[in-house]
């Protein structure tokens, strides 16, 4: 099954551009040309991670988003040294960064990688190969997630989980990580039984998604749906889900787009995005608990995930409390209520007084402060009024 939209024809470009690249290395390394004059790229990712230094176990500086303008003064191992500022630098992964003559210049490496990662050393679940000249295993269910390393066709491994069109694999040497659909033939692996107590609801994780009339890329075009929409289904055909669209038409999703989520009971009128795609569950509602009133939500999510401001607004407060929010971030937003971002793995890249626009990334989560596992709190506030989130989030129709 193959379903078009932006972000497939962007990894599928990508792979094309690899390709080029390639061939151009044949003929000499630009790195020599960068040291000459600084240039400029666009990021082509939906979100990329800006690093302290070239490398996955750097530290996370900032976030850009797709589109972004970047001036490139170094190249070092298929990663960008930037500009971000006055004096400001950083490193971002040169895949994900097309430069001004629309290639990019990620030098390819001749290392060859041992015959004992091609295998994977578990099956019990059924196995996925890789089909292209390589694949991304990445951190998490998602294209936002850092890279772990690059696997090569051929590569083999055992499934252990499954998160909408994504798999999450371990390889012969051990690593860990998910990959694509798109990019593996899946083998053995049988879907497991729904339980009667998941939620049939689904989040979109692509910039935007299409939705048909019928389960298939040639059928008509009913609508776009956006990033971080959730949506209640009624049925599953050929790996489509059937959903109902804000305007109230019926339409069919490609599954490849999107991931499960449970335990997600929602009341409001849809005035609001999601904010973070890799959502698990609601582990605490707002209200009364155990004799207490929670004024938030708590919203389960790993450790790592892209937090998202869910409206636009400008940033009013950063702190850190030990013994309560951790590391929190204060947005007012243009309707006049503040919420609150808290237990954010770091101290947010973001600034008191910059604007945000709905779907910016504005931190990651973590559990900071008083916290007992990785989660976001979202809190809602006007002027004295406590508000319950769920209030502004689309409403699920049956």
Not at 13 to 18: E, F
Not at 100 to 114: E, F, L, S
Not at 304 to 328: C, E
């Amino acid at each position: 099954m193959f379903c078009g939209n932006n972000a497939v024809r962007r990894a599928s470009a990508a792979i094309a551009v690899l390709l080029l690249t390639a061939t151009v290395s044949l003929m000499g390394t630009p790195t020599e040309a960068f040291a000459a004059s600084q240039i400029k790229g666009t990021v082509t990712a939906d979100y990329l991670n800006v690093r302290s230094g070239p490398g996955l176990n750097k530290s996370i500086l900032n976030v850009i988003k797709e589109g972004d303008t970047v001036v490139i003064v170094k190249t070092e191992n298929g990663w960008y040294k930037i500009k971000r500022g006055n004096n400001k630098y950083g490193w971002v992964s040169a895949d994900y960064v097309k430069t001004k003559n629309g290639t990019q210049t990620t030098k390819k490496t001749t290392a060859t990688t041992k015959k004992s990662q091609s295998t994977s050393s578990v099956n019990t679940n059924g196995t996925v190969k890789v089909t292209g000249s390589y694949t991304n295993l990445r951190k998490g269910a998602g294209f936002g997630y850092a890279v772990i390393k690059k696997i090569k066709k051929g590569t083999t491994g055992a499934i252990l989980q499954k998160n909408g069109s994504w798999y999450k694999i371990k390889l012969k040497d051990s690593k860990v990580g998910w990959v694509n659909k798109q990019y593996v033939k899946v083998s053995g692996y049988k879907e497991p039984a729904k339980s009667e107590s998941d939620d049939p609801i689904i989040i979109i994780n692509a910039s935007s998604v299409n939705v048909r009339s019928k389960p298939s890329t040639s059928s008509s075009l009913v609508a776009t749906i956006r990033h971080n929409e959730v949506y209640e289904y009624s049925e599953i055909k050929n790996g489509w889900y059937k959903i109902i669209t804000p305007s109230g038409a019926n339409g069919y999703v490609c599954g490849d787009f999107v991931s499960k989520f449970k335990s997600y009971a929602v009341k409001g009128g849809g005035k609001y995005i999601w904010p973070t795609q890799n959502a698990t569950r609601i582990s605490t509602y707002f209200g009364k608990h155990n004799g207490r009133t929670h004024y938030g939500l708590d919203i389960a999510a790993p450790g790592g995930s892209q937090i998202i401001a869910v409206a636009d607004g400008k940033v009013v407060k950063k702190s850190y409390t030990p013994n309560g929010f951790g590391n929190l971030i204060i947005i007012e937003q243009n309707d006049g209520i503040r919420a609150y971002y808290a237990h954010m793995q770091k101290e947010s890249f973001l600034n008191i007084g910059d604007q945000v626009k709905v779907g910016d990334t504005i931190g990651i989560v973590g559990t900071t402060g008083k916290s007992t596992g990785n989660h976001l709190h979202l809190e809602f506030r006007k002027g004295d009024e406590r508000i319950d989130p769920l209030d502004f989030f689309p409403k699920m129709k049956k």
